[in-house]
T-cell receptor, first 116, second 117 residues
Framework: AQKVTQAQTEISVVEKEDVTLDCVYE???????LFWYKQPPSGELVFLIR??????QNEISGRYSWNFQKSTSSFNFTITASQVVDSAVYFC?????????????FGKGITLSVRP | KAGVTQTPRYLIKTRGQQVTLSCSPI?????VSWYQQTPGQGLQFLFE???????NKGNFPGRFSGRQFSNSRSEMNVSTLELGDSALYLC????????????????FGPGTRLTVL
């Protein structure tokens, strides 16, 4: 069965600091997808990034970057130069199987507070 | 493109009643999934509908049911409400096309906050 672990529960940083959110996953499938979502106080989950299991290339998109390592089953997410608007709950999620599978397994979430 | 819409946004019910929540996916999206979010259990998958058929189901009792219409709109129903059903219910839609494996990303609605008294 699939599982997503976000060991950090709450992180507090001062604006402009970099912050890394950790995510460790478990799956028996060789094909799977990993996601990060952000949930601001309004409640709506906002899609941030996606990675599939056959592409370990790490990328940077603006202030966001991610580090996907299959060897350690980790999919960490970094926000560079954090801003107050980044304050939210961040969820890591896993979807198994090839192609069309919508079931997401979420971690418990990390509450990020960015202080001015 | 309009996003995923859910109605109503807030709902208060009493134990034993039943409730129906509605979700309209992004235009062109064929898959609708439902999730329950509670402080204790976090985000849990309820079920997924694709082309009016339930394709996937989470580990919830039979009191939780859903359906999808030909226009991809979906409803979920909870019968005989219990206090523990108080939660934020989130709906997500995705295209799930066969053109690309990247069609499976899900877009979430604002949720319906259900309070059971």
């Amino acid at each position: 069965a699939q599982k997503v672990t976000q060991a950090q529960t709450e992180i507090s940083v001062v604006e402009k600091e970099d912050v890394t959110l950790d995510c460790v996953y478990e799956t028996r499938d060789t094909t799977y997808y990993l996601f990060w979502y952000k949930q601001p106080p309004s409640g709506e989950l906002v899609f941030l990034i996606r990675r599939n299991s056959f592409d370990e290339q790490n990328e940077i998109s603006g202030r966001y970057s991610w580090n996907f390592q299959k060897s350690t089953s980790s999919f960490n997410f970094t926000i560079t130069a954090s801003q107050v608007v980044d304050s939210a709950v961040y969820f890591c999620a896993l979807s198994e199987g090839r192609g069309a599978n919508s079931k997401l397994t979420f971690g418990k979430g990390i509450t990020l507070s960015v202080r001015p | 493109k309009a996003g995923v819409t859910q109605t109503p946004r807030y709902l208060i019910k009493t134990r034993g009643q039943q409730v129906t929540l509605s979700c309209s996916p992004i235009s062109g999206h064929r898959s609708v999934s439902w999730y329950q979010q509670t402080p204790g259990q976090g985000l849990q998958f309820l079920f997924e509908y694709f082309s009016e058929t339930q394709r996937n189901k989470g580990n919830f009792p039979g009191r939780f049911s859903g359906r999808q219409f030909s226009n991809s709109r979906s409803e979920m129903n909870v019968s005989t409400l219990e206090l523990g059903d108080s939660a934020l219910y989130l709906c997500a839609s995705s295209y799930l096309g066969l053109r690309s494996v990247y069609d499976n990303e899900q877009f979430f609605g604002p949720g319906t906050r259900l309070t059971v008294l």
